[in-house]
């Protein structure tokens, strides 16, 4: 099956520092990828040179085998690549509901775009917020609502930035039965997730970023088992893990 994402040899610096450091990999459709790696470790601008969201200084992304240089975020997301972000952004007079059709209206005409937004707080479990103020949100249903959003505009991949970073275990599990569930409908996931038990949990594969570079790429039993990833950054947490 030919891979839906291939990233190539990406790279960002700010200033002197590289951000991202000659990063390669690749999706193949229906898969759920997790990215660990620590903080300032260059996971969200990974995301954002994916999103088009920034050029990379060098390297390229492709999506369903056409190159997405020099394409905007919204063109990207028409194609049907969309991300998260880590930190919500709204605009403070919009409801829940105001903001899942706004992100509906990428494809929709308004009264669809409105009904398509109830049908997706639905599916994620928000239907009873809909007309709530998202900073009045506890923060599992403000991370809910990120997933709805992208959702909204009928994704085939998504880059999903820490959407379950600060839930409890119990909390978490409604944003992963519901990645299982649009998994089982045909879509394909990049995370960045930090808590191990999360991630050892939904990951086919896992990448570990260091200082911008991928240090590491394989099934969660052989990230468990590298001893270079044990010992120099997740070794705690894996032990935490089982
Ligand atoms: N727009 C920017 N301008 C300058 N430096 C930046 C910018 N964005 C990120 N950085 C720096 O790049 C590095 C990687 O940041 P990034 O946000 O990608 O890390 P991260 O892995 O997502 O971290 P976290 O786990 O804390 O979310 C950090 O040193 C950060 O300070
Ligand atoms: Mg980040």
């Known amino acids: 099956m030919s891979p839906i994402l291939q990233v190539s040899h990406v790279t960002k610096s700010f200033g002197g520092l590289k951000a991202v450091d000659d990063v390669s990999f690749e999706v193949e459709p229906g898969r759920i990828i997790v990215i660990i790696g620590p903080n300032g470790a260059g996971k969200t601008t990974l995301f954002n040179l994916i999103s088009g969201f920034m050029p990379p200084d060098d390297g390229e992304v492709a999506f369903e085998g056409a190159s997405l240089a020099g394409r905007p975020p919204p063109h990207i997301a028409r194609l049907g690549l969309v991300r998260s972000f880590q930190i919500m952004q709204v605009f403070p007079d919009m409801s829940v509901r105001d903001v899942v059709t706004a992100a509906a209206l990428l494809r929709l005409p308004m009264n669809a775009a409105v009904e398509w937004a109830d049908d997706v707080l639905a599916e994620v479990g928000l239907a009873h917020k809909a007309d709530a103020k998202p900073p009045s949100l506890s923060l ?103």
Request: hydrophobic share 50%.
């Open 140 to 242: 599992q249903d403000r991370k809910l609502l990120e997933i709805a959003k992208c959702i909204a505009t009928r994704p085939k991949l998504l880059l999903l930035d820490e959407v379950m970073a600060g839930l409890t275990l119990a909390e978490a599990s409604t944003p992963l039965a519901l990645i299982r569930r649009m998994r089982e409908q045909g879509l394909t996931f990049v995370l960045v997730e930090h808590v191990m038990p999360i991630v050892m949990d939904i990951a086919d594969r896992i990448i570990v970023i260091n200082f911008g570079r991928k240090v590491a790429e394989g099934s969660p039993k052989e990230i468990v088992n590298d001893q270079a990833v044990r010992d120099a950054y997740f070794g705690e947490a894996i032990d935490a893990a089982h």
